[in-house]
Nanobody
Framework: QVQLVESGGGSVQAGGSLRLSCAAS????????MGWYRQAPGKQRELVAT???????NYADSVKGRFTISRDNAKNTVYLQMDSLTPEDTAVYYC?????????????WGKGTLVTVSS
C-alpha cells in the first residue's frame, strides 16, 4: 500500500514563504510523476506543479516564478518551495503520485496540508 504524507503547511503573511514536503512510502516513487495540487474553499482542485520521473517540471501560470518543485529520489520525497505568497494561494495542498508499473496505471493522493496566507 502506498502512502503519501504531506507536511509543512501553516499560516503565513502575504509575501512570506513556506516549504511543503511529501514523503512517499512503497517502491513507486522513482517511477512516479509527482505533483502538487491545491483546492481553495468553494473551488475545484487545480494543478500547482509537477515533476516527472524523467526530470521535467511544469507549473501553473499563477505560481510560475514564485513556486519551485523538487524531488529527492533517495528520500522518496517531493518538495514545494512557495515564495511571495499571496492570499490567493490559500488552499489545501495535496500531493499526487501517478505512473505505470508493469503495465498498470497508478494514481495516489495524500490527505492534504492546509496553507493559509493572510493579507
Amino acid at each position: 500500500q502506498v502512502q503519501l504524507v504531506e507536511s509543512g503547511g501553516g499560516s503565513v503573511q502575504a509575501g512570506g514563504s513556506l516549504r511543503l514536503s511529501c514523503a512517499a512510502s512503497g517502491s513507486i516513487f522513482k517511477s512516479s510523476a509527482m505533483g502538487w495540487y491545491r483546492q481553495a474553499p468553494g473551488k475545484q482542485r487545480e494543478l500547482v506543479a509537477t515533476f516527472t520521473s524523467g526530470g521535467l517540471t511544469n507549473y501553473a501560470d499563477s505560481v510560475k516564478g514564485r513556486f519551485t518543485i523538487s524531488r529527492d529520489n533517495a528520500k522518496n520525497t517531493v518538495y514545494l518551495q512557495m515564495d511571495s505568497l499571496t492570499p490567493e494561494d490559500t488552499a489545501v495542498y495535496y500531493c499526487n503520485a501517478e505512473g505505470i508499473i508493469a503495465g498498470m496505471l497508478f494514481n495516489y493522493w495524500g490527505k492534504g496540508t492546509l496553507v493559509t496566507v493572510s493579507s
